[in-house]
């Protein structure tokens, strides 16, 4: 009797301290569709912020979840959707309509014309503004170096204005080039057209430019036909914003550069010595001179970029105009690139925005020095920098033979340069 007795007592407990969890508690019930149409999603994830407590709705896109109390919040997030958090109110009914994330929304730019990023086919990545490498950026594919996947980007040598590599997804053949197609605002740039070791972006000012598109597979460069074998890379240069006040921007940089190391060869002293111990009868042609080559044909590079635009707009009608001087040298004495372009550019709508207009003009003079490796030839008495370095009086050295040069020219490095200071400045005037 005793033993049923705190049965029972115990049993009443035990429902006791249920209802009152159960009290504590509330019923929250709901629905969550899309923003722009109104469909329901499906998978969506509730959590009551600051418990691990939640729900997902099902295939009318419904849900059902127990609020503890003393929580308030539910943080509705699904994939494509802006993450949303709603404060519970008295009702227990809580329907959420989900806008489509930023990244969906974006435009992209495709050889057809634009869409949206989430109506896109195929491989598309692209790289905007505020993605771009910053600081003191010397050609245009410097921006996006190792901001998409599957694209290599080399330089073919570190002279400045020197040619560049570009790679989407590898080599696609063997005895051709493999090389991307560019467009510029809509214009195909081939590289064909450019002279052997350049870079064919070299006329373009980084500045002017807003966004990359990069065109990996078969679907999205088949506009492009067989140029786009390789992959195509589309370049979309800033323009002027209708209804926006004049604004002056000036972006400035100054930059040195010198090698990291000199190589490890003889001097004239140790080169001496080995002449003496192997062929001492031409131990006088070398004459008495000690002159560092290296240092001589070698020097600290420095280089300095200015850009500046003028951008604005009115009711339909937008302009831009731009003006940039670059001029860079080399490590190596005589090589250097100067680059001044000019960038203008006028949109306008008319006939309630059923014609648009839209004017782009751009030139650049760019003038670059290669240094072209020719060593001299054996009987020739003229220095191998006559050759290779060129506007360089090389140093007075007595014996003036092949014998007394040939050493020079073998140990000729091509080394890394890098960069030792940078000034980076950027002003913005608005009107």
């Not at 420095?302 to 003028?310: A, P």
């Amino acid at each position: 009797m005793k033993l049923r007795l705190k049965s029972l007592l115990l049993l009443a407990c035990c429902l006791f301290l249920s209802s009152g969890y159960m009290f504590g508690q509330r019923e929250i019930t709901g629905k969550v569709t899309d923003a722009d149409n109104g469909d329901p999603l499906i998978g969506v994830n509730i959590l009551v912020v600051g418990t691990s407590s939640g729900s997902v709705t099902d295939f009318d896109g419904s849900y059902t979840l127990r609020l503890p109390q003393g929580s308030t919040v539910l943080e509705f997030s699904y994939t494509g959707y802006t993450t949303q958090r709603v404060t519970v109110g008295a009702s227990n009914v809580v329907d959420v309509q989900l806008k489509a994330g930023a990244a969906l929304e974006e435009v992209v730019v495709i050889g057809y014309g634009s869409v949206r990023k989430e109506d896109a086919t195929g491989s598309v990545n692209a790289i905007t503004e505020k993605d771009f490498n910053k600081g003191a950026i010397v050609s245009p594919e410097q921006l996006v170096a190792g901001k998409v996947a599957g694209v290599q980007i080399t330089q073919s040598s570190g002279e400045p204005g020197g040619g560049i590599s570009i790679r989407i997804r590898g080599g696609t053949t063997v005895g051709a080039s493999n090389e991307p197609l560019f467009v510029i605002d809509g214009v195909p740039i081939d590289n064909e057209g450019t002279s052997a070791g350049r870079n064919p972006l070299n006329f373009l000012n980084p500045s002017d430019i807003e966004t990359y598109t990069v065109l990996k597979d078969a679907s999205a460069t088949a506009i492009y036909g067989s140029r786009g074998a390789n992959g195509v890379i589309m370049i979309t240069t800033k323009k002027g914003k209708k209804d926006t006040p004049g604004r002056l921007n000036y972006e400035g940089y100054y930059t040195t550069s010198q090698f990291t190391g000199e190589p490890n060869v003889l001097n004239a002293e140790q080169f001496r010595n080995v002449v003496t111990f192997v062929a001492p009868n031409r131990l006088e042609k070398l004459g008495d001179a000690s002159t560092n080559w290296f240092e001589e044909i070698s020097q600290t590079a420095k280089g300095h970029n200015h850009s500046l635009s003028f951008t604005g707009g009115a009711e339909n009608i937008g302009y831009r105009a731009s003006l940039g001087y670059q001029e860079l040298d080399g490590v190596l004495k005589g090589s250097d690139t100067r680059r001044t372009s000019v960038a203008l550019n006028y949109n306008h709508s008319m006939f309630d925005k059923k014609l648009n207009v839209n004017v782009n003009l751009r030139g650049a003079f760019t003038k670059t020095i290669l240094i072209k490796a020719k060593s001299a030839q054996p009987g020739s008495s003229t220095p191998p920098n006559r050759y290779t370095i060129p506007k360089i009086k090389p140093s007075q050295v007595s014996g003036n033979t092949a014998s007394a040069w040939r050493p020079a020219t073998r140990f000729l490095p091509t080394h890394k340069s890098k960069t030792l200071a940078t000034i980076y400045d950027h002003w913005a005037i608005s009107k």
